[in-house]
């Protein structure tokens, strides 16, 4: 269905697919998710909502989507979501949500245990806090390049240690806390480069010894 002029999803448009697994609805004219959008398709492993116009997203809009494991909603203009707006799915492993006008994600991706791929690129996130990944251990690569991020938390990546990649390139961070990535052992690839950052503490490095 992408690539049409579809706006809505009527009560009963999927009323006959209880199985559906894979949704593409890439490049029409959403500019509203509300409560329970997907609620007919339960069996939802993949959704991709790509170059929308997507401005709203109600916090229960993906409540129905348990079995949920990818979603891309690239490409849109969305500026908020609620920290509840992904917690009902606890199987998903990808979010993408490159290319918005997001500015904060306090709670947003928190306890999303099975989440391995974060991509949010080119949005407008002015900070990341404690709580941003707090309890999603399984990331193991977080795409934040060509945001507005001045401040970072020291503990913000404190659960991720499985994490091989981390792009932070382009923002406005002028300090990388002492202890940002002590817990970050398996990183592989660090990205700082374009940002305001004067100096770095001894140590800032010492336990991320396979960077490359």
């Known amino acids: 269905l992408a690539y049409n002029e579809i706006g809505s999803i009527p009560d009963d448009s999927y009323s006959k697919l209880q199985s559906l ?11 509203v998710l509300v409560e329970d959008t997907f609620q007919p398709l339960p069996s939802l492993k993949t959704l991709s909502l790509h170059n929308n116009g997507v401005e709203n997203v109600n ?13 891309d909603l690239s490409h849109n203009k969305i500026v908020f979501l609620d ?6 799915n606890k199987r ?25 791929e ?8 002015l900070e990341v806090p404690k709580d941003a990944f707090t309890g ?24 991720q240690k499985l994490l ?11 300090r990388v806390p002492k202890y940002l990535l002590q817990e970050n052992t398996l990183l592989i690839s660090l990205s700082l480069d374009d940002n305001w950052i004067a100096g770095l503490e001894p140590g800032t490095f010492s336990r991320v010894k396979e960077l490359k």
Do not use: C
Request: charged share 20%; aromatic share 12%; no cysteine.
């Open 136 to 159: 999603s251990a399984a990331l193991t690569v977080i795409y934040l390049q060509q945001n507005a991020i001045r401040r970072i938390d020291e503990e913000a990546f404190v659960t």
């Open 83 to 88: 920290a509840v707006t992904f917690k009902s």
């Open 21 to 31: 697994e894979f949704l593409d609805l890439s490049s029409n004219n959403f500019e």
């Open 164 to 174: 091989t990649q981390l792009y932070l390139s382009e923002n406005f961070i002028e």
């Open 118 to 125: 974060l991509f949010l690129p080119e949005n407008n996130i």
């Open 92 to 116: 998903i492993k990808t979010i993408d949500l490159s290319h918005n006008h997001i500015h904060y994600i306090n709670g947003v991706f928190e306890n999303l245990e099975e989440l391995g």
């Open 59 to 71: 916090m229960f809009a993906f409540r129905s989507l348990d079995q949920l494991e990818s979603i």
